[in-house]
């Protein structure tokens, strides 16, 4: 059996399943998503729920993607054609002309996801969505978004993104415990809007940002900053191992903007002072906030690692010399966003 073969059998499969959509805007793309059925409100929510503020009205989408449980559905696949060894390290499948398909198992969730660019459909089959850890929870279909936008001229950095109503922002970026987070939600109570705090998607070419995941996460410690957070959080039970989960949809859909055109980059660094201060960082200091992070965390290579460095040099970068006064932080942000005018 080849990869066509395989790819074939599988969508075709899929073809005579009843199933249940929903209609997502990813950046500027529509994607429909498929649940098989019978299928449990366990698995919807597990991936719907961080993006639910992207949901759009049902219309024709670029991207279809049918997401299957084991446990609960009666969707039988191919048996494999590869060697399960023949990966690079990070469960991606090298078996698959990665010109044509993305195929990749990850261990941890038990999760098989295929793309077919040529039909732009897509597979995510998983063993049973309680064997999956909490924390995958909060952004769901990363890689396969990653792998179908990549080629289509988007980006994903490890960041978060605040603006005004206007749509102008700023990105704020940093390598984890820089202060990111705490940055981003301690806009909550000003006029901006919040766009994401850990994964975006960039358009290098118009210096857009779009919201991918509603989900904000702060270490159980971080929540004394942020007392009122500590009620909503989601994932109670595994906050002892876990960052806390603020679905942010749930509680401030009117904070959220899906979209916004970046200004400047910030990168936060806790001063212990109580003031917030803005000085003037260097390429060398923007690159080294946002490029190894966005590299190992979507183990990519040195050529996405120079794609997220050309999309960054361009902007105006800062430090952001966050205080103990939150309230200082945002303001420190709309003055500069008021200032680009």
Known sequence: MTDQTYCARVFDALAGQLYESYWFLVTEKVVEVRFVMPCTTAVTAFYSKA???????????????????????????????????????????LAFDEVLYYANYDITSH??????????????????????????????????????????????????????????GVLLTGRGGSGKSTSTLAC?????????????????????VYSLYNVAKLEAGQFARFPQLQPLVYNKATMLTEKGQVFMADHFPEKIINTLHIEAMLLPRF??????????ATTADGWRALVPSTVGLLHSTGDYAHAVADF??????????????????????????QASL
């Open 111 to 168: 999760t098989f996801t295929l793309l077919d660019r040529a039909s732009n459909q897509a597979l995510v089959w998983t063993r049973n969505v309680t064997e999956q850890p909490e924390w995958t929870r909060s952004f769901p279909f990363r890689s396969l978004w990653f792998d179908w936008l990549r080629p289509q001229g988007f980006l994903f950095i490890h960041a978060g993104a605040v603006g005004l109503p206007d749509g102008r």
């Open 188 to 208: 909550l109570d000003s006029s901006l809007l919040y766009a994401g705090d850990d994964f975006l998607a960039v358009h290098p070419a118009t210096q857009r």
């Open 51 to 93: 993006i639910q503020h992207l949901a759009c009205l049902p219309q024709p989408a670029d991207l279809i993607i049918w997401v299957a449980e084991k446990a609960s559905s009666d969707l039988t696949l191919p048996r494999p054609f590869w060697d399960w060894t023949n990966s690079n390290g990070y469960g991606r499948i």
């Open 312 to 337: 960054a040099r361009p902007l105006p970068t800062f430090w952001l010399e966050t205080g103990t006064d939150l309230a200082q932080i945002p303001a420190r942000i709309i003055n500069l966003l």
């Open 271 to 280: 001063t212990g002072q109580p003031d917030t201060t803005l000085r003037v």
